[in-house]
């Protein structure tokens, strides 16, 4: 029990440090892992979204499609992140997703992560993108997924880039695959397990399938689905 309790406590305390972006950069620029993914001076492009959004996929196919690998600030899941692009003004790429999915597979891949806790840090995201929408290009999941050309169209126009536009072909999706997997197991400290990583997997279906009945119980979702749908109304 008193396990549980740090750990919830732990997690509130990490909510509200992603929320102040002058707090949140001052303390994670000490940890490593971080300062390859928080914005800097060097930050070319802005890759964020609530976890399970295709970000893994965006970066990797970015990278694919690029003839340099471009400095992009990504993977935060913080508020502060994408307070401080708009701050800045810096090209940036709002991915989202429909809130059952995402919230599923976040569970399923983060075990400090209860339903309640992953309902609430979706709303909470997204109602402040939501709030600065008009500075981001925003893509749905799957258009991030079988258009991605279009995303770099629209990040040239937006913001004036001259990013490769690329119809992504057969060996670049094995290339993107390989690329996303070797970032899940860096991530994961060498360990790719089929709960986390972001290809089909037969275990993490079998687990979803029994939580998503019980996520509509949720009153929040209702919520989370009205700040979806109004987002989706601007994405590409």
């Not at 402040?128 to 040239?156: C, K, R």
């Not at 089929?194 to 290809?199: A, C, G, T, Y």
Request: aromatic share 8%; charged share 30%.
């Amino acid at each position: 029990m008193a396990n549980i309790k740090y750990i919830q406590l732990r997690e509130h305390i990490l909510d509200y440090i992603r929320k102040k972006p002058q707090l949140f950069y001052r303390i994670m620029l000490f940890k490593p892992r971080y300062r390859e993914i928080l914005i800097t001076e060097k930050t070319e492009i802005v890759i964020e979204g609530y976890p399970r959004c295709a970000n893994t996929y965006a970066v990797a196919a970015l990278w694919i499609t690029q003839d340099r690998k471009l400095s992009v600030a990504r993977h935060t899941h913080a508020i502060a992140q994408i307070i401080r692009a708009y701050e800045k003004q810096l090209p940036t790429l709002l991915l989202i997703r429909n809130p059952e999915d995402a919230i599923i597979s976040y569970v399923i891949r983060e075990k400090n992560v209860d339903i309640s806790l992953a309902i609430n840090r979706y709303i909470d995201f997204y109602r402040v993108a939501h709030s600065l929408a008009e500075g981001f290009v925003i893509s749905d999941f799957d258009h991030t997924i079988t258009q991605y050309h279009s995303l770099l169209e629209n990040l040239n126009t937006r913001y004036g880039l001259s990013l490769n536009v690329k119809r992504l072909n057969k060996t670049d999706l094995i290339k993107i695959q390989e690329l996303v997997e070797d970032m899940e197991r860096k991530s994961a400290g060498g360990l790719l397990s089929e709960l986390k990583v972001s290809r089909p997997s037969k275990q993490r279906d079998m687990i979803k399938h029994k939580l998503r009945e019980k996520l509509q119980s949720y009153p929040r979702m209702g919520e989370a689905v009205t700040l979806y749908r109004m987002l989706k109304e601007k994405s590409l």
